[in-house]
């Protein structure tokens, strides 16, 4: 019963985390995270395909998941 709701948390967590870009940079921090640069490559520099191609990688990340949990069987106990 605990193992459905966990991995309906983490997507849930982890869906909504892709759009935080710009909190990185409020936040602060130094450590170089793809938001960051994906919020860099967007502003100043102008560069919106490098942009695009920084933010697939949390969306490919995402789709894995979703297809790893759903082969588990997991989704079906919802």
């Not at 935080?20 to 967007?42: E, F, M, P, R, S």
């Not at 102008?46 to 990688?57: C, H, M, S, Y």
Request: charged content about 10%.
């Amino acid at each position: 019963m605990l193992v459905p709701s966990v991995f309906a948390g983490s997507i849930f967590t982890f869906s909504l985390s892709l759009g935080d870009y710009i909190t990185v940079q409020i936040v602060g921090g130094k450590t170089q995270l793809l938001g960051n640069l994906v919020y860099a490559n967007i502003g100043a520099a102008n560069n919106l395909p490098f942009a695009a191609a920084i933010a697939t990688v949390p969306v490919l990340i995402m789709v894995i998941y979703l297809t790893a949990v759903r082969r588990s069987g997991a989704l079906e106990e919802l």
